[in-house]
């Protein structure tokens, strides 16, 4: 993968996608790894890591520490099934 440096004006240097970035996204987003660390490894501005992520429909901004966890949102279901606050 060819790596431009930014322009002496300050202007990023645009690269284009190309079928190993996207694949190599795409199991980024399926083994859940948080978009910083995307960024890092492909050179990539999370922007741009997003974009491309919602243009191909898939997941991406995985949080390290997700504050509601799947355990914490079965709790959560339980207990407002409990007290009938869910139809």
Known sequence: MKVTKPKKNGKAVRR???????????????????????????????????????HLGIGLGHPVNAKHGAAELRKTKTAALQFKLVP
């Open 16 to 54: 284009e996608w190309t079928k190993a970035d996207v694949r190599e996204l795409k199991a980024h987003s399926k083994a859940r790894t948080p978009v910083t660390k995307i960024s890092k490894d492909t050179k990539r501005t999370i922007g741009a890591l997003r974009q491309k992520a919602l």
